[in-house]
């Protein structure tokens, strides 16, 4: 028997550490977080994605009387830019979210849906996805999504979507 030890590299950072491309798609996700419908839980969250065409699509989550009906603001900006811009590489995804009056002091962690679908994207265009995920007292920096989602369950096929 042999253990398998698993190691994820996490950068602990400040928004003024972020360089000025980081801060934008950051500002971009604190900003959507607005728009969010979440009568139901009262957490706001933002994401805003950065492409390869220099374009930063932003998503809210949208919350349903039907819970599972809603959908996370990641997966809803991630969706919508692959929509839109289906040749288009992520570079980046920023997150953010905002509670009982402010920007939350830890930052947001994508639910493991979020983490698979980013793992996706990352696989589909075969480059890496960035995450910043913002807090108000620290910011995490995640180079991969793979360390996020180690382990992750992928078919490895690769650019397969044959176009129409
Ligand atoms: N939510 C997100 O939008 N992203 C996350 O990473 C975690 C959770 C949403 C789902 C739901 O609308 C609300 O936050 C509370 O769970």
Redesign the pocket.
């Known amino acids: 028997m042999k253990n398998l030890n698993i190691a994820a590299k996490i950068i602990i950072c400040d928004y003024k550490e972020l360089n000025s491309i980081e801060k934008n798609v950051v500002n971009y996700a604190k900003e959507m977080l607005k728009n969010s419908y ?1 009568p ?2 009262s ?1 706001r ?1 933002g ?1 805003a994605v950065l492409l390869s065409n220099n374009e930063i699509i932003s998503g ?4 349903n009387a039907a819970y599972p009906s ?1 959908l ?3 997966r809803t900006a991630l969706f919508y830019a692959n929509s839109k811009f289906p040749d288009e590489s992520v570079s980046i995804i920023a ?1 953010a ?1 905002f509670y009982k009056g402010d920007y939350t002091k830890e930052p ?4 493991g849906a ?1 983490r698979q679908v980013i793992m996706e994207t990352q696989n589909r265009y075969n480059s890496p996805v960035k995450l910043i995920l913002y807090g108000k007292e620290k910011i995490y920096k995640v180079e991969t999504i793979s360390d996020l989602l180690p382990l992750a369950f992928c078919t490895c096929v690769k650019n397969n979507n044959s176009k129409i």
Request: charged letters at 10%; one cysteine or more.
């Open positions: 979440s139901y839980s957490f969250v994401a809210s989550n949208q919350e809603g996370c603001a990641e997150v979210a947001v962690t994508p639910c979020c």
